[in-house]
C-alpha cells in the first residue's frame, strides 16, 4: 500500500548515548528528525526501510555555538535555528541565506542542517556553504568520534563515508573571512529544489563550491586558482564550464546549467570585488 506503515518500527533513544548504542545493537536503523525528505519518499511509496531511530528529541544535538575559533552547528540545528542564530550570521552569513531559500516556514521550523548533509543530495542548499567554508563532519558511533572533512564526505550520488553505525553529530566551520556569496537559482526563490547554487568566500584563495551540477556536491580548485591569480571573468568561466558535469533532469537542463553557472561566477565575481576585468 502506498505510504503504509503498518510494517514499520520506530525506536525512540532519550540520550544520544542511547542513540549510538541502538544503532550498533539494533541496526540497520534509518535516524529520522525533521523529516521533510523522508515523508516525501513515505508518501511517495518508494521508502523501503522499515525500522527508524527517532533523533527529534535529543536536544543536544540542537546547540549551535563557539568552540574556539571554531563553529559548531549540531546536527539537529533546524534552519530556523540557524537563521536566528547571532554566530552564524557573524561567522557563517551565507549559511544563514542559504536557510532563508529553504521551503517555506514549516520546512524552515522542521528541517535540520544534519539532515540535509546526511541525505547527500547533490542539490542539498547548504551543502555548498559547507564545501565553501571548508567545514568538518563530525561523526560519532557508540566507541569512536571521527571527524571528516567536508571535501571527503561524499563519495557518490547521495552516498558517504558515514558507517551504519554512525551519526551526523556536528559540523565544525573554521574562521572564514567575512565577504561570503551565495546564489540559489530555482523555479522559485524557496519552496523548490534548486537548479543551481553557488557558493564562495573571497580571500587570498577564493573558494567557490556548486550544487546540482555533478553526482555531488563539488568545490572548484580551477576555478579557484584561476579567480586567485587574477584571471578574467571570461577566462574563469571557461575554466568553470570545464569542471562541472550537469546533466538533464526533470528540473532543467545540463545547457542550462552550464549557462546559468557562468552566469552567476559573474556575478559572484562582481559582487565580491574578486576582479573587475571582463
Known amino acids: 500500500m502506498l505510504g503504509s506503515i503498518s510494517n514499520r518500527r520506530l525506536l525512540e533513544p532519550?540520550?544520544?548515548?542511547d542513540a549510538l548504542h541502538m544503532l550498533r545493537d539494533e541496526g540497520p536503523l534509518v535516524p529520522m528528525a525533521g523529516c521533510t525528505d523522508l515523508y516525501v519518499s513515505l508518501n511517495f511509496g518508494t521508502l523501503t526501510a522499515a525500522r527508524f531511530l527517532n533523533?527529534?528529541?535529543l536536544d543536544a544535538l540542537r546547540?549551535?555555538?563557539g568552540r574556539g575559533d571554531r563553529l559548531s552547528i549540531g546536527a539537529l540545528a533546524t534552519y530556523r535555528d540557524v537563521i536566528a542564530s547571532p554566530l552564524v550570521r557573524t561567522r557563517l552569513p551565507m549559511l544563514a541565506a542559504a536557510a532563508r531559500e529553504i521551503g517555506g516556514v514549516q520546512i524552515q521550523n522542521r528541517g535540520t542542517v544534519g539532515g540535509n548533509v546526511a541525505n547527500a543530495s547533490p542539490a542539498g542548499d547548504t551543502l555548498p556553504v559547507f564545501a565553501a567554508a571548508d567545514a568538518v563532519v563530525v561523526l560519532r558511533s557508540a566507541g569512536s568520534t571521527?571527524?571528516?572533512p567536508f571535501a571527503s564526505f561524499y563519495?557518490?550520488?547521495?552516498q558517504t563515508v558515514m558507517r551504519p553505525d554512525e551519526l551526523v553529530v556536528a559540523l565544525e566551520v573554521p574562521p572564514n573571512p567575512p565577504r561570503q556569496w551565495l546564489r540559489k537559482v530555482g523555479t522559485r526563490m524557496a519552496q523548490a529544489i534548486s537548479k543551481i547554487v553557488m557558493a564562495a568566500?573571497?580571500?587570498e584563495q577564493p573558494r567557490v563550491a556548486v550544487g546540482s551540477v555533478a553526482p555531488t556536491v563539488v568545490r572548484l580548485p580551477r576555478t579557484e586558482a584561476a579567480l586567485a591569480r587574477g584571471a578574467t571573468v571570461a577566462?574563469?568561466?571557461r575554466v568553470l564550464a570545464?569542471?562541472?558535469?550537469?546533466?538533464d533532469d526533470l528540473r532543467s537542463t545540463a545547457e542550462y546549467r552550464r549557462r546559468v553557472g557562468a552566469n552567476l561566477l559573474a556575478r559572484c565575481i562582481a559582487e565580491l570585488g574578486l576582479r573587475n576585468s571582463v
Do not use: D, F, M, N
Not at 14 to 17: K, N, R, V, Y
Not at 155 to 158: A, H, M, N, Q, V
Not at 242 to 247: G, N
Open 14 to 17: 532519550t540520550s544520544l548515548a
Open 55 to 57: 533523533l527529534w528529541r
Open 63 to 65: 546547540r549551535i555555538e
Open 146 to 148: 571521527r571527524h571528516v
Open 155 to 158: 563519495k557518490g550520488y547521495r
Open 201 to 203: 568566500v573571497a580571500g
Open 235 to 237: 577566462e574563469a568561466q
Open 242 to 247: 570545464s569542471e562541472i558535469s550537469p546533466i
